[in-house]
């Protein structure tokens, strides 16, 4: 059973970094022909995607996002990582990392953590 969990600070001051990383449990994020993403959503709206990083080290970002927006990993702690820059209040939502295999839906998700950007 694969298990994910997201950490890091719930409050985020606008034009700071917001830093989140999910760790991986009963599985790897270098094998099963996975992609590990980020989605957030924000209060009264949607899931949105932000980007992922393949099993290969190989990440994509949502256009939207991108020009803010840093995935990472650490392979040895079974980690990765999801860095948005000049974050402000429309930031703010419950950010989730999620597993989908290659060619499958998304399948396991983190539970979910609240971050809030607000001075």
């Known amino acids: 059973q694969v298990q994910l969990q997201e950490s890091g600070p719930g409050l985020v001051k606008p034009s700071q970094t917001l830093s989140l990383t999910c760790t991986v449990s009963?599985?790897?994020?270098?094998?099963?022909?996975?992609?590990w993403n980020w989605i957030r959503q924000p209060p009264g709206k949607g899931p949105e995607w932000i980007g992922k990083i393949g099993y290969n080290g190989a990440t994509s970002y949502s256009p939207l996002l991108k020009s803010r927006t840093s995935l990472s990993r650490d392979t040895s702690k079974n980690q990765f990582t999801l860095q948005l820059a000049s974050v402000t209040p429309e930031d703010t939502a419950v950010y989730y990392c999620?597993?989908?295999?290659?060619?499958?839906?998304?399948?396991?998700w983190g539970q979910g953590t609240q971050v809030t950007v607000s001075s």
């Open positions: 999620v597993r989908r295999r290659v060619g499958a839906l998304y399948d396991y």
């Open positions: 009963g599985g790897s994020i270098t094998t099963d022909y996975s992609y």
